[in-house]
């Protein structure tokens, strides 16, 4: 294989890996959310207050909560 097809394929397997860590801490977030809204009966608002959630990353999770 030629260096370039290296190349390519190394950005291509980063890439997926990024993707895939990315994924996982969204689905770790949208977990904690879930449970604290469950076990101590907050709105999403406050259970991504209480688990340390960004502003500005709030209605991400808020779509991913309506979505499922």
Known sequence: MCNLSKDVEQRGIE??????????ITQGILTTIKKLMENMNWTAQKAMEAAGVP?????????ELEMK
């Open 15 to 24: 890439k997926g890996i990024e993707k895939g860590i990315a994924k996982g």
């Open 55 to 63: 502003e500005e990353e709030r209605e991400k999770y808020l779509k």
